[in-house]
Nanobody, 113 residues
Framework: VQLQESGPGLVKPSQTLSLTCSVS??????????WSWIRQPPGKGLEWMGA???????NYSPSLKSRTTIARDNAKNMLYLQMNNLKPEDTGIYYC??????WGQGTQVTVSS
């Protein structure tokens, strides 16, 4: 399974972040696992943000739930992360992962005016 994140790189505070994760070698609808978004702020550990199950159900970190939406495109075999009202502390590297077993290379997100 291969995952590839992509995103805008630089986002201004209060704006919305939209990231995509392209999946190959697996299916977001039939690979029986959770497809997760995880981030790592500079100098800190990994933070699980949320996940979408292959069945379509979603779960979110309580601390991020109010600002985060995870979705998928079944036809394109892609995952999406949307986060609203970005803050400077949302700066970090954002990863998509299949069950913690397969990871993308990550995409840098910097929140700055």
């Amino acid at each position: 399974v291969q995952l590839q994140e992509s995103g805008p790189g630089l986002v201004k505070p209060s704006q919305t972040l939209s990231l995509t994760c392209s999946v190959s070698g697996g299916s977001v609808t039939t690979t029986k696992n959770y497809w997760s978004w995880i981030r790592q702020p500079p100098g800190k550990g990994l933070e699980w943000m949320g996940a979408i199950h292959y069945s379509g159900s979603t779960n979110y970190s309580p601390s991020l739930k109010s600002r985060t939406t995870i979705a998928r495109d079944n036809a394109k075999n892609m995952l999406y992360l949307q986060m609203n009202n970005l803050k400077p502390e949302d700066t970090g590297i954002y990863y998509c992962s299949l069950g913690g077993l397969y990871w993308g290379q990550g995409t840098q997100v910097t929140v700055s005016s």
